[in-house]
């Protein structure tokens, strides 16, 4: 009597693993070490190692490893999305509130994951040549900002001009202050939450001065 055949271990943990989860899976390892390693740090035959699946299978889900930078950062722009949405909720009344905290968000991520905080506004990936996915989170997060700047509008709190110039103006400071923080040249910057916040609050306050109705 022959013996079963037997298939090739590697094939048989292919098999097994779950792949309708292995994109996202590659996306939250590759967040996972994006801030201790970089961005070249990553590579997708390494994931596939320390997930525990064959080198060839993240190549059904990414083309190359930019492919997957994209994911990242599309990550990263619907994650302030929904944190922009939900403060639409805790603070549906106050839109400078809203501000505030959408814009220490990305502050506090610039200090504590300015891997991603540069992959999404660095210039690394750009938005004019980039997949679907990415672009279209990029807008959507960007109209989430538009909304809390129409709000105060509404609310007679800030000037009634352009919403969306005045975004663009508004995220042009925070962003540029957040990217300050990550490229380390405020290099005094604390990493204690509390003193982040307060340093943020004198950003926004700043900010809130050019915006409020003269």
Not at 41 to 67: C, D, M, Q, T, W
Request: charged fraction near 20%.
């Amino acid at each position: 009597m022959s013996k079963p055949k037997h298939s090739d271990p590697q094939e048989q943990q292919e098999r097994s693993y779950h792949y309708g989860d292995l994109r996202n899976t590659l996306i939250l390892k590759g967040l996972a070490l994006l801030n201790s390693r970089g961005p070249e740090g990553l590579s997708l035959r390494e994931l596939a190692r320390e997930i525990g699946v064959g080198h060839n299978a993240p190549y059904r889900h990414f083309k190359n490893k930019n492919e997957l930078l994209e994911a990242m950062a599309a990550t990263g722009f619907r994650q302030l999305k929904a944190y922009n949405l939900r403060l639409e909720l805790e603070y549906a009344n106050d839109a400078e509130a809203q501000l505030f905290e959408s814009a220490l968000y990305l502050i506090q991520q610039a200090s504590s994951q300015n891997n991603l905080f540069r992959l999404m506004f660095g210039g690394q990936l750009s938005l004019f040549d980039c997949g679907e996915e990415l672009r279209s989170e990029a807008q959507e997060t960007l109209q989430s900002l538009v909304k809390i700047i129409a709000l105060g509008q509404q609310q007679g709190r800030f000037s009634r001009e352009n919403s969306f110039r005045q975004t663009l103006a508004t995220l042009s400071m925070i962003q540029g202050f957040a990217m300050m923080t990550s490229s380390g040249l405020l290099q005094e910057i604390p990493r204690d939450p509390q003193q982040i916040r307060a340093m943020a609050a004198q950003v926004v306050d700043v900010l809130l001065k050019g915006l409020n109705v003269r």
